[in-house]
């Protein structure tokens, strides 16, 4: 399975691939980029089309997903 992220603010993108997963969730993708930015997950929301999705949304073969990063200030 291949997905593409664009990440914001930065407006870089990553291919990530996924070999042997027939059932990808945004919990999968969001555990994985984490990782790889050095970013807790819950520092980062992701979006398909303009629509938030949750955890346990599906990710599907050539999505594009957008990667925001978002922080709180107190």
Do not use: C, Q
Not at 36 to 51: A, F, H, I, N, Y
């Amino acid at each position: 399975m291949k997905v593409k992220l664009i990440i914001i603010p930065d407006k870089s993108s990553k291919v990530l691939l996924f070999e042997k997963k027939e059932k990808l969730r945004a919990l999968d993708i969001l555990k994985t980029i984490s990782k790889e930015l050095g970013l807790p997950s819950s520092s980062l929301v992701l979006t398909r089309r303009g629509e938030v999705l949750a955890d346990d949304d599906f990710i599907y073969d050539g999505d594009v997903i957008e990667v925001l990063k978002v922080f709180s200030g107190g």
